[in-house]
């Protein structure tokens, strides 16, 4: 079986790859260029819609191939610098298209809709104008936007010096453990080996050997975030935005409260977080709770997946869903769609990416452990989640936002976790396990989550009151947020106050992580609706899942039956870990 990623699927040679660079280049972007002036003509507007859809595509292969070629190696310095001439070709086109949104607007609302109306076959972009319209007030005239644009690969250059940095630039360290063996640390099984050492001294060595990187390099990394806070705040002041934080939400008309209420109730309703923290520092015999101390399982599963069972598990999990989510299932595991085992060089951690008429991916960094299988069932749903936006909608409202982008992977997950509890007579121990696994995912995508939006929320309002921003700032956040989530003083543990710097998505894409938290929130919902068999759940979970990017997140939700306007479904969630606490200290007890 190929367990690796069949890239030939999207260029079968680096010459196909090439032709779509050459058209880019002299056909695509110049045409565009040639359309400055001409959108309020009708033909004009037309021929940019349509070199728009071939952009798109083209785009998108070129975007997907490069960077997940440039994933399998970050140490390959040819497939760093194919990625850096295909980002280019992003800033190329961003700037050649940069009169278009100012000339679009010129034209009205009303002209634009009757346009619309007189062309169906251009309807794929109604949306797409909606949002240009919602945003007119953050808009600027046509040559501010073309100086903006040239100035996009410098304000976005931080990213690209963190990843070189953090995952280029990093190398496992060597440890010997109490009993002698000697063991390699990276970011891939760091966490896995924590989860398995039963010395508390072996598991500070372990998280010491990662974390020092982050402490060596602690000056360039905060002066790196630096640079993202002030490249955020740039946009901010450029389009008139009132805070770094509505930049991220009016885009898409997510209302402020679904934030605010977020932090409000996970910050604010962390006692449950707290006890079972306390329950494992008592059942672990351990004087003091160290955040790596997280990992440490109550009870041991010793049971190892081959990366085939871990497929089958996953696919018996869904066997009473309808059968076309079955078949998508199974589509988006065969061969060359998977990259499966960690490799030197390679990303840290799991994805699944494509769309935009690519099919989806999957990278993995399989161990066996059984957080394994409920990573290649959330990233399963993903791409699941990609197939039916593909299937239903036009390439051009294909790309559903990050907002529900989390629904879909955790809900697998809440199915797994009940399928492997409802299997034949568990003993105690498998039950103390998968109890505790389901408590972890609320920690983990809930409170985790929430504590790093949190964090990016409290930097931004720093950087906008023109604050200084470096490492002992952005640790100092942490310090009191830990302790506030967690009741955990991370002073106390060397290193551990950098985990601002650990974090690749605060570096890659600012205000995404929250997103985790409010879809775990819907999936929650949601899947608890489809187990009571309520008339229709699965059939409008999908009906979500089929809308693709073609309304905005907060209606999409909607179509599934959950409102995140309200503190209610975030509520939800700290009740149920409530609940999932105390069955668990019942259990210990017995």
Not at 12 to 26: P, Q, S, V
Not at 384 to 411: D, G, R, W
Not at 493 to 509: Q, R, S
């Amino acid at each position: 079986m190929n367990e690796h990623w069949d890239l030939t699927k999207i260029y079968e040679n680096d010459d196909l790859m090439e032709k779509d660079i050459a058209f880019c280049k002299k056909e695509m972007i110049p045409g565009l260029r040639g359309l400055e002036g001409h959108l309020g003509e009708k033909e004009g507007l037309k021929k940019f819609l349509d070199w728009q859809v071939k952009a798109e595509e083209v785009l998108s292969r070129l975007g997907v191939y490069n960077s997940m070629r440039s994933d399998l190696d970050k140490k390959n310095v040819k497939n760093a610098a194919a990625l850096a001439r295909v980002e280019n070709l992003f800033y190329e086109y961003g700037a050649a298209v940069s009169y278009a949104d100012p000339e679009i607007l010129a034209l009205g609302k009303e002209y634009v809709e009757a346009f619309f109306k007189e062309n169906p076959e251009y309807n794929q972009f109604d949306f797409a104008f909606e949002k240009l319209f919602h945003e007119a007030e953050h808009t600027l005239s046509g040559e501010k936007e073309k100086l903006l644009s040239n100035y996009r690969p410098i304000l976005g250059q931080a990213s690209t010096l963190y990843s070189q940095l953090a995952v280029g630039d990093s190398h496992p360290k060597k440890i010997t453990l109490s009993d002698g063996r000697e063991v390699e640390v990276n970011q891939s099984n760091w966490t896995s080996l924590e989860g398995e050492l039963n010395d508390p001294e072996d598991r500070k060595k372990v998280f010491e050997a990662l974390y020092s990187f982050y402490d060596e390099h602690k000056n360039v990394l905060g002066e790196i975030y630096s640079q993202v806070l002030n490249s955020q705040l740039a946009e901010v002041k450029s389009r008139g935005y009132s805070s770094i934080l509505a930049s991220h939400l009016e885009h898409n008309k997510i209302p402020e409260s679904v934030f605010h209420n977020l932090i409000e109730v996970a910050s604010g309703e962390s006692a449950p977080l707290k006890k079972y923290y306390e329950i494992k520092r008592k059942y672990l015999g351990l004087e003091k709770f160290r955040s790596y101390d997280r990992f440490v399982q109550l009870a041991k599963s010793e049971k190892k997946y081959t990366y085939p069972e871990a497929q089958k598990l996953f696919w018996e999990s869904i066997q009473s869903f309808p059968s076309d989510f079955q078949e998508k299932a199974h589509e988006v595991s065969k061969e060359g769609y998977v990259d499966v085992y960690h490799s030197p060089g390679k990303r840290s951690g799991a994805y699944s990416t494509g769309g935009e008429g690519v099919h989806p991916y999957i990278l993995l960094n399989f161990e066996g452990g059984l957080d394994d299988v409920f990573t290649l069932a959330h990233e399963s749903g993903h791409s699941v989640h990609t197939l039916y936006s593909m299937e239903n909608q036009p390439i051009i409202k294909e790309n559903y936002t990050i907002f529900v982008a989390e629904i879909a992977s955790t809900f697998n997950e809440h199915n797994l976790l009940d399928y492997l509890l409802k299997q034949g007579t568990l003993a105690k121990e498998d039950k103390i396990f998968l109890l505790q696994k389901s408590i972890d995912e609320i920690c983990s995508t809930f409170y985790r989550q929430t504590l790093f939006a949190h964090y990016e929320y409290e930097a931004s309002k720093l950087v906008e009151k023109g604050e200084p921003i470096n490492h002992e700032v952005l640790s100092n956040i942490m310090i009191k947020l830990y302790k506030d989530y967690y009741g955990i003083d991370i002073t106390e543990e060397v290193y551990k106050p950098f985990v601002w710097a650990y974090i690749p998505h605060l570096f890659y894409t600012p205000f995404y992580v929250y997103q985790y938290a409010t879809s775990f929130t819907a999936s929650m919902l949601i899947y608890q609706n489809v187990k009571a068999n309520k008339p229709h759940a699965f059939e409008n979970y999908i009906k979500m899942l089929s809308s693709g990017g073609s309304m905005y997140p907060i209606e999409e939700v909607k179509l599934a039956g959950v409102d995140l306007t309200s503190k209610e479904p975030f509520q939800a969630v700290t009740k149920r870990m409530a609940e999932l606490v105390d069955e668990l200290e019942k259990l210990l007890a017995e």
